[in-house]
């Protein structure tokens, strides 16, 4: 088997392997680079037959998780081309599509099951269920002329999700040739990323609605299943109700599970100025009609402040801002912190500093520690580890046994 690395061997974000036996080709997630602003194009890999006209030896694209840098540059795959991705997660895309041009509806090939091997052209891919901070996420155990691949895609140990990994560590699968682990966390210094786990941010959110004396503005992405969760519960821990928009009510709805949303005690939807103008060009005023029983005004939403938390985007802010709904509040940013660094974070800090409001930092990362790494890699015992998805692969030696490093467009054999 052959493999290259598209994108990734030496950034985080973006991810692109290809794979190649017996003439037939399969590619490993199709992501969107980190570094892209809003507007901006970017080409798709140098893939043989990705985009129009399709090539027969490209047999399918496998999408591990419903994040841009994994899947964003899928809409530009010719529609010949099968795509394989997790059921919820295509639920997810297809619910984020009508607000979000990050969003999109595919017509999937094939869905992905927690370890139930599915077969595409002369490739057997086995899904493995893992914790990560987008829902339905997988890493892969691809194998093809006696050869195996593990592809870990993006995974933590420390989110609602954890047993997973665990069990993926206890139960590995044997005898694997290679394994591709993706190192967000690794640092060129050795010093890693740090954070609380989920657990922990619903332990201090908690602390923190029952602390405040207004209302609570949480800045978190919609997508981001489990932080929804975390935060829920500790709205149920302090005794508030959280409030969602219309955006977040669809993702959770989307899960098909036990995730919050529309119909949950405790819980309102407020849609804002945006998206009821989306819904009224869109003319789907179905969506506002299903969640009329759950809906919030920003009158109810004055005059109840101390009683609520509001999970929020930045415009949003501003909205609640001019209905007078912020005296008192209390802002907690959720999501990683280099989002403040951005012209969008800078703006959100200016309004909330001329608001008066504090704000505060409660956030767990989505990826695996260095020691969660060092953990996996050890309970495989891969004949290889190639790096992925991190700024620092030169970190990897080291820090786990038989590194290999590869630079993106490199062909090299299994």
Known sequence: MLVRIHRGASEIGGNCVELEFGGKRLVLDLGLPLDVGPGETVDLPAVPGLGAPADGSLVGVVLSHPHQDHYGLVGGVDPAVPIYVGPAAARILDAAAFFSPSGISLTARGFLEDRKPLCVGPFRITPFLVDHSAFDSYAFLVEGGGRRIFYSGDFRTHGR???????????????VDVLILEGTTVRESGNELSGLDEERVELAMAETFRSSAGLVAVFSAAQNVDRLVSIYRACKRSGRTLVVDLYTAAIGAATRGTIPQPG???????????QRALVKRAREFERVASIRDQRIFPEEIRARADQLVVLIQGSTLRELATADCLDGATAVWSQWPGY????????????????????????????????DLQR?????????????????????????????????????RV
């Open 376 to 412: 996996l890699a050890a309970a495989m015992g891969p004949g290889r580890v190639v790096p992925i998805h991190t700024a620092a692969p030169q970190a990897f030696n080291g820090l786990v046994e038989r590194v290999e490093l590869h630079v993106d467009g490199e062909w090299w």
């Open 340 to 371: 403040l660094d951005r012209q969008s974070g800078q703006a959100i800090q200016h309004l909330l500093k001329e608001q008066g409001i504090r704000l505060i930092r409660l956030h767990a990362s989505g990826h695996a520690r260095v020691r």
């Open 161 to 175: 999700k954890a047993s997973l990994m665990r069990r993926l560590c206890e139960h590995p699968p044997d005898n």
């Open 264 to 274: 949950f005690p405790r819980l309102r939807v407020y849609v804002p100025n945006r």
